[in-house]
């Protein structure tokens, strides 16, 4: 719902950076972001899912544009970091959200092509991203940094170890950038998303699991895209003035060792 008149969560007219956000849990992100008054700049690989995400954003009367990127190409990345503090003045928020999955694969199986390109689009497309961002906020002496990272970074994923260390290593990321960015007023915080009903839960088949996670889940279903989307808007928001460096796990109660 947007506020027309009050801006509540203190992100009106701010810029963001969303990518992977033309479809899923960035897609949900992009559109909750832009209704409070957000300019965002929707970043995919994908031009029909990335203008798709755009189309809704601007249907509502927001503020937005499209940039495709590959966050795993760090030329590309300095393009879409410059096009946007061009754009709309300066980057307020950035949204690491792209990411893959994989079907199961037990980890000996897993090449190291595999593991490689998991790795590089996963925790070092946000390294990339964050890179290139952050001189902008320094320079504003603000900001605010959510990465997107998964319940199998804290827990693990049996068959899923290349995809569970990716997602690892982006909590490490950002709780380390944390400390370096507190002095410059540049919050940073990860979203552990747990089982979250997106395209990709289908296509990686871990859509075969959700009936047996359902048991482990006091509220009764998986996550949605649009609940990790209300946690991001509050990480951008200035009611977390004083929340960095911290893994929030919006999953229904599930119980992780946090």
Excluded at 44 to 53: L, R, V
Excluded at 93 to 106: D, K, L, M, R, T
Aim: hydrophobic share 35%.
């Amino acid at each position: 719902m947007k506020k027309d008149t009050l801006d509540y969560l203190g992100i009106g007219e701010k810029t963001a950076i969303v990518t992977g956000g033309g479809r899923g849990i960035g897609r949900a992100i992009s559109i909750s972001l832009a209704r409070y008054g957000v300019k965002v700049v929707v970043c995919d690989i994908n031009d029909k899912n990335g203008n798709s995400t755009l189309n809704e954003i601007t249907s509502h009367g927001d503020k937005g544009t499209y940039f495709q990127c590959d966050v795993s190409n760090p030329l590309q990345v300095r393009q879409l970091s410059k096009f946007t503090a061009e754009t709309f003045g300066g980057i307020d928020i950035v949204v690491n959200n792209a990411g893959i999955g994989s079907v199961s694969i037990p980890f000996e199986q897993i090449s190291d092509e595999e593991w490689d390109k998991m790795l590089r689009v996963n925790l070092t497309g946000p390294f990339y991203v964050c890179k290139e961002t952050i001189p902008y906020m320094k320079t504003q002496k603000h900001g605010k940094i959510v990465n997107i990272s998964s319940g199998s970074g804290i827990i693990g994923a049996e068959f899923c170890a290349h995809y569970a260390a990716s997602k690892a290593g982006l909590i490490g990321f950002t709780q380390s950038i944390a400390k370096e960015l507190g002095p410059f007023k540049i919050n940073a915080n990860v979203i552990a998303v747990p089982t979250t009903e997106t395209p990709m839960l289908a296509e990686t088949n871990f859509d075969v699991f959700v009936e047996d996670e359902l048991k482990e889940i006091p509220w009764g279903r998986i996550g949605t895209p649009q609940d990790v989307a209300n946690m991001v808007l509050y990480l951008s928001s200035d009611a977390s003035e004083y929340v960095t460096g911290q893994v929030l796990a919006p999953n229904g109660g599930r119980r992780t060792p946090i």
